[in-house]
């Protein structure tokens, strides 16, 4: 008989701890995750998808979709990119070409509300494609001026991709904005002030069976500093 009396208590003392947790989670306020007050991962900044108009070259301020941001066009091959698109395929999108270009070339956009932070898990990815030897690799203005390129890119695919860099894990370069040519390694660039944000594949254009095409660019990153 003296079970039975055991069991209630316990049955009672349980309630009773329930009751006081439901009291407590009335009372406190939530306690955020780890993480989430401080906002560590960045939402999309912007994204770059170029004007649906007809192709022309080269490329200009006027193909850029988005209201603020700002293109510049690098090397010896910036007048010859070209703002591409077909009627054929009936889903050819509008993209940028470099198959026309006469000599290297590089392309970059410029967020004008302060400077980027793509350190800790800042991210950028594209849609593009390749062909022939090019390999597509990001650019970097870092915030002391100096210029940046990655060892890591896309390569060549039979049709689009789309491909996330998680920005702090690549292997950087310094480049030169006169030749497009790399140079030595840039061990650790600072990520957290990053003025413009491009690409180049370090080659001239060789047609439709040796080019890069970038259709568009997301930018996952921290800004106004």
Aim: aromatic letters at 8%; glycine letters at 10%.
């Amino acid at each position: 008989m003296v079970r039975p009396r055991f069991h209630m208590v316990g049955r009672s003392l349980a309630k009773g701890l329930f009751a006081l947790s439901l009291v407590l989670t009335l009372l406190l306020p939530d306690v955020p995750v780890r993480g989430q007050e401080a906002g560590y991962r960045p939402g999309l900044l912007y994204r770059e998808d170029w004007r649906e108009s007809p192709a022309e070259t080269p490329v200009s301020q006027a193909h850029v979709q988005h209201p603020e941001l700002i293109l510049n066009l690098h090397g010896p091959g910036r007048d010859s990119l070209k703002k591409s698109h077909h009627d054929e395929p009936v889903d050819d999108p509008y993209y940028v070409w470099s198959g026309l270009c006469t000599g290297t070339w590089g392309l970059s956009l410029r967020y004008p509300h302060g400077l980027l932070d793509l350190s800790g898990y800042g991210k950028i990815r594209l849609r593009s494609r390749q062909s022939g030897l090019r390999v597509l690799h990001l650019m970097l203005e870092l915030g002391d001026g100096r210029w940046v390129v990655s060892r890591e890119g896309v390569p060549a695919s039979g049709d689009w991709v789309v491909t996330e860099f998680p920005v702090p894990e690549l292997h950087w370069y310094h480049i030169d904005l006169q030749s497009l040519l790399e140079g030595a390694p840039v061990p650790d660039p600072d990520l957290s002030r990053i003025r413009s944000v491009g690409c180049t594949d370090l080659m001239r254009g060789g047609g439709s069976a040796a080019s890069s095409r970038l259709d568009w660019i997301e930018i996952y990153a921290f800004s106004g500093l």
